[in-house]
C-alpha cells in the first residue's frame, strides 16, 4: 500500500524480480520512467542460476500505474523465459491495459472471487484449489486479501 517513485525497475512489490513471487498483491501507486509495474519492475533472467528466472503466481496488482517504457499493469518487463501465470491486474484502477505477464481483467472481475477460484487460487471454504486456505474476499464487490488478516475480526 501506499506510493512507489522510482526511475527504473520499478514494482509496487518488488523493483526487479529473479526469484519466485507467489501468493501476493500490491495496491500502490507506481511511478517512474522504465520498468514500471502495478507489482514487478522487471521479471529477471539470471543466466548460470539453477533456477534461473522469474517466477509470479497468483498474485494481483490494483494501484495506479505510470511511467514512460516498459509500463504493465502487473510486469513492466518479463526476459526470456520467465514464468508469470495465475496473476492478475484491475486495468481500470491501474489505467493500464497490457502488461508483461498476467492477465487484465476490470474491476468487476476482479472483486469476484469465481475469477480467482478459476485461476486455481485457494479460498477459505473450498477445498477444490487447496486446503491452506490463504485467500478471501470480505465481502463482495471487494478485492482479494489474504485469509489471516480476518483473524480476531
Known sequence: MGNVTGKE???????????????CYATAEVIGNKRIGGLVGTAKLIPG?????AVIRRCFAVGRVSGNEYVGGLAGRSESKSVIMHS????????????AGGQGITTAQMQTADTFLDAGWDFVGETENGTEDIWCIRQEPGYPTFAWMDLGQ
Open 9 to 23: 525497475d520499478v514494482g509496487g512489490l518488488v523493483g526487479g524480480n529473479d526469484g519466485e513471487i507467489i501468493d
Open 49 to 53: 542460476y539453477v533456477f534461473p528466472y
Open 88 to 99: 492478475f491486474w484491475d486495468i481500470e484502477s491501474t489505467g493500464q491495459s497490457t502488461s
